[in-house]
């Protein structure tokens, strides 16, 4: 028989056993959830690293991955995260070739979401603000809603409000009257509560903790919407512009420096302004052309050499020169030739065959060059569709290639009319066509 002791040791020796069965599957646990904890990390760094160098499919993937981890381990906060990196890395800005606007919008939604049952102000608040930048029309022209990204702004700018953060709340300020601007992509745009909207972004920007540039991006717009009223106040205007410009030189922003300088000139040769200065504004047209060279934007350097060039039209300019025009009409031709801005350089392209009529330009006009800019312009038109434009350039064509003399219209000349009048009378412009006709009668 065993003795009492005996039996004692049996009673006792399974509950060391469940406590180490216990203890090991609690470790087990532990250490799987570690596991993922530190996967995650490790697949966000690499997911970071990635975005930096712009190898957004590589950066989704980890990004991805990283979320599932955070995930696996209820880890949510870390997880609405790297959703937000996710988000931003679909941004069609940043990967032309796979961006997906819609799958940014959703996937910064559901980081917004995840932050905001979690109280987390600041991450909400940065998510809810890239959704919204998503949602912009001029981004997003398919599934973009400016109503909704004005809300999503809105929300965006009380939490940072609240947060005491002036850099972020004026760029939502901004964002918000972004939304309400008028422009191409939204013609319905509210202007009044626009300026409305920039001037407060305007106030919030004089912080001391907001950067020079971005306080300059906000004075900017407020100086355009002043300039773009219906009741225009051009020396607000100019005064916003002025204080945008030194801004952002001070901050070695050449492109949004060269922006406001054209800006500027635009203001100062408004029939509005007390002090109009074309000789002035000239010089701030050129100044920004030269600086938008050097920022290497092309169209934006085309566009203001030919704002400089129409302001040296003698006929705007008494004390312009069509040399100068003719100069920067074909700088800016060429360099919109280049960018492979067809539309742009067509317009272009007939501005500078119509300056170069000697009937109309007596100082440096040139029948051959007209002519063959008006070419130019015209195959452009007919590659882009605008028929109408195709044919006025091509009897004006006929017109330069005769010298602006009828008795002068040889086969050629006659030739290219003759296209003209035909594509004139096939788009409704029948009495165009007929007051040219006698021109190529034989």
């Known amino acids: 028989m065993l003795s009492t002791k005996s039996r004692r040791r049996r009673t006792r020796s399974p509950v060391p056993i469940a406590l180490v069965i216990v203890g090991v599957v609690i470790a087990g646990l532990m250490v799987g959830a570690t596991q993922l904890d530190h996967l995650g990390e490790w697949l966000l760094e690499r997911g970071t690293t990635a975005a930096d160098q712009q190898q957004w499919r590589r950066a989704r993937a980890e990004f991805e991955r990283a979320a599932q981890a955070f995930h696996l381990h209820g880890d949510d906060l870390r997880r609405a ?197 074309l000789g002035a504004s000239y010089e701030m047209f050129c100044r920004a052309a030269a600086e938008f060279g050097a920022a290497g934007a092309k169209l934006e350097q085309a566009r203001t050499l030919a704002r400089a060039a129409y302001w040296q039209m003698p006929g705007h300019n008494p004390e312009g020169s069509w040399r100068r025009v003719i100069e920067h009409y074909e700088a800016a031709a060429k360099l919109l030739q280049e960018d492979g801005s067809l539309n742009e350089e067509a317009h272009i392209q007939h501005w500078l065959a119509w300056s170069l009529q000697p009937d109309r330009n007596p100082e440096s006009g040139d029948w051959p060059r007209a002519a063959k800019a008006y070419a130019r312009a015209a195959a452009l038109y007919e590659e882009l569709g605008g028929a109408e434009m195709q044919a006025r350039c091509l009897v004006d064509q006929g017109f330069c290639l005769a010298r602006g003399e009828r008795q002068s219209m040889d086969a050629a000349a006659r030739y290219v009319m003759q296209r003209g009048l035909h594509i004139l009378r096939e788009v409704g412009a029948g009495e165009d066509a007929d007051r040219w006709a006698p021109w190529v009668e034989r």
């Open 81 to 277: 995260e790297t959703l937000r990196q996710l988000g931003r890395c679909w941004r069609p800005d940043r990967d032309p070739d796979r961006g997906d606007w819609r799958r940014a919008a959703a996937t910064l939604g559901q980081a917004a979401r995840l932050a905001a049952r979690h109280s987390d102000d600041r991450l909400t608040a940065l998510a809810v603000r890239d959704q919204a930048y998503c949602l912009q029309r001029d981004h997003n022209p398919r599934g973009g809603d400016w109503g909704r990204a004005l809300r999503l702004y809105e929300r965006a700018a009380y939490l940072f409000a609240e947060l005491g953060d002036p850099r972020q709340q004026r760029a939502a300020l901004h964002g918000m009257a972004w939304c309400l601007t008028p422009n191409d992509a939204n013609p319905a745009g509210d202007l009044d509560r626009a300026t409305a909207l920039y001037a407060r972004a305007v106030d919030v920007g004089r912080h001391p903790d907001v950067p020079a540039g971005d306080l300059a991006e906000s004075l900017h717009q407020l100086g355009w919407c002043y300039r773009s009223a219906k009741d225009p106040d051009v020396q607000r205007a100019s005064r916003c512009l002025r204080e945008a410009a030194q801004l952002s030189d001070q901050a070695g922003q050449h492109r949004e420096h060269a922006d406001s300088l054209r800006e500027l000139a635009e203001c100062r040769v408004h029939a509005r302004h007390p002090q109009r200065d």
